[in-house]
């Protein structure tokens, strides 16, 4: 059975790839900051043959991101996909001339930083995969080929998470370890908002599909409905 983590996964996109993997019967390792919010979300992923464990993981502290590896590591030896799938949007309506450094910091903090220090801290349980999949969820919010001027905050920590992919995909290849960003499109949740076109289901997709069927020479790539589009 393949085991997979994904962070931020009590609500939005995080929890409908839970909900695909365990149909996908692999062995998931839900994470959020609050784990009584993912006790409450047992009813929508319903019954399926994978097995779900409710892990406490907030990516914004190493220290608690490294005991919760730690924790992993001692009773697991081996993590086949990692999803950083946590974020935050906080500044939708403000512009770089304004925004605050308290909420440039928190978003550099979850955004970017939380993903780097999530898959640094489990990196010697995704070295003992055979097949490891890291897949960064991040944004054409981030893409500096089409950017504007919208959320300058989120915009600016998607694109440097769009660089850690990078860096990270040419350091880890070696190791066989498949490093890739996925934006997943506009996506009706509590971040996307009720005005989103696509479904949860839409939003997983490219996730998925990287964590289960994409082939493992795909590295160092942004994906968008399963395509490689422009950094
Ligand atoms: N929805 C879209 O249209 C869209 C478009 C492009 C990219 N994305 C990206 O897709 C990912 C998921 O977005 P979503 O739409 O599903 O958003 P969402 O519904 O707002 O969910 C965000 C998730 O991240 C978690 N989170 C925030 N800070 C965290 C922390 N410090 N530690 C652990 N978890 C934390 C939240 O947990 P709490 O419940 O505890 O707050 C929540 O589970 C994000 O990276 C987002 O940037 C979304």
């Known amino acids: 059975m393949k085991r ?20 996908r019967e692999y062995e998931v390792f839900l994470t959020c900051r609050n784990p009584q919010k993912g ?45 950083n799938n946590a974020g935050v949007l906080l500044d939708r309506s403000e512009s770089i001339l304004s925004v605050s450094e308290a909420d440039l910091n928190e978003t550099w903090n979850i955004n970017v930083l939380g993903a780097l220090r999530v898959t640094r801290a489990f990196l010697p349980v995704l070295r003992n995969s055979e097949d490891a999949r890291v897949i960064n969820v991040s944004s054409l919010a981030g ?67 990287l964590a289960e069927e994409a082939p493992s020479s795909l590295v160092g790539q942004f994906l968008r409905d399963r395509k490689s589009v422009p950094w």
């Open 39 to 83: 006790e409450q979300v047992l009813d929508f992923l319903g019954d399926s043959t994978g097995q779900l464990h409710i892990i406490e993981l907030d990516v914004s502290e190493e220290e608690l991101v490294n005991k919760a590896a730690r924790r992993f590591a001692e009773r697991y030896d081996r993590l086949d996909v990692l999803v």
């Open 4 to 23: 997979a983590l994904v962070t931020g996964a009590n609500r939005g996109i995080g929890l409908e790839v839970v909900r695909q993997l365990l149909v």
């Open 143 to 209: 893409q500096l080929s089409s950017m504007g001027v919208w959320a300058p905050a989120y915009s600016l920590s998607k694109t440097a998470l769009n660089a850690v992919t990078c860096i990270l995909a040419n350091e880890l290849s070696s190791d066989g370890i498949a490093v890739n960003a996925v934006s997943p499109g506009w996506i009706k949740t509590d971040m996307g908002g009720l005005d989103a076109p696509g479904t949860l289901e839409d939003g997983a997709d490219t996730i998925v599909w």
